[in-house]
């Protein structure tokens, strides 16, 4: 797979002095190096358990992330108090406004008045 996915004019530069977390790598070769590390680099069991170890860390990590970013409580708490707001705004813009009558009617109910003429 290596072999057929791989860019033939494609020349990694890396520097050594470097640890590779600190370089610019992609999230995809730096899994593949955990990898070829993992199953042919490390010397011993031991080794091998503490990278287990930490990669078991880390996807609990990611996977906690994850429910609280997305937690369906939290989500329906969110959109419940964006309603709310929501319906506060339009209650404030939607509030009685006194009628006022235009100056016209006004003068005529005036002159109406005087004569004393019912409508």
């Known amino acids: 797979m290596l072999k057929e996915k791989r860019a033939i004019n494609y020349n990694p530069q890396y520097i050594e002095e470097l640890p590779l977390n600190e370089q ?3 999230k995809e070769t730096m899994a593949i190096i955990v990898l070829l590390y993992l ?3 490390c010397e011993d069991e031991n080794e091998v358990a503490e990278i287990n170890n930490i990669l078991k860390n ?3 990590k990611y996977q906690l ?3 609280e970013r997305y937690n369906p409580d939290n989500i329906f708490k969110k959109q419940k108090q964006e ?3 929501v319906e506060e705004q339009i209650a404030n813009e939607t509030a009685m406004i006194p009628y006022k009558k ?3 009617a006004r003068i005529i109910n005036k002159i ?3 004569f004393h003429i019912k409508k």
């Open 24 to 26: 610019n790598i992609r």
């Open 39 to 41: 199953n042919y680099w």
């Open 58 to 60: 880390n996807e609990e």
């Open 65 to 67: 992330e994850l429910r």
């Open 83 to 85: 309603t709310k707001n």
């Open 102 to 104: 235009s100056i016209f």
């Open 112 to 114: 109406k008045n005087i």
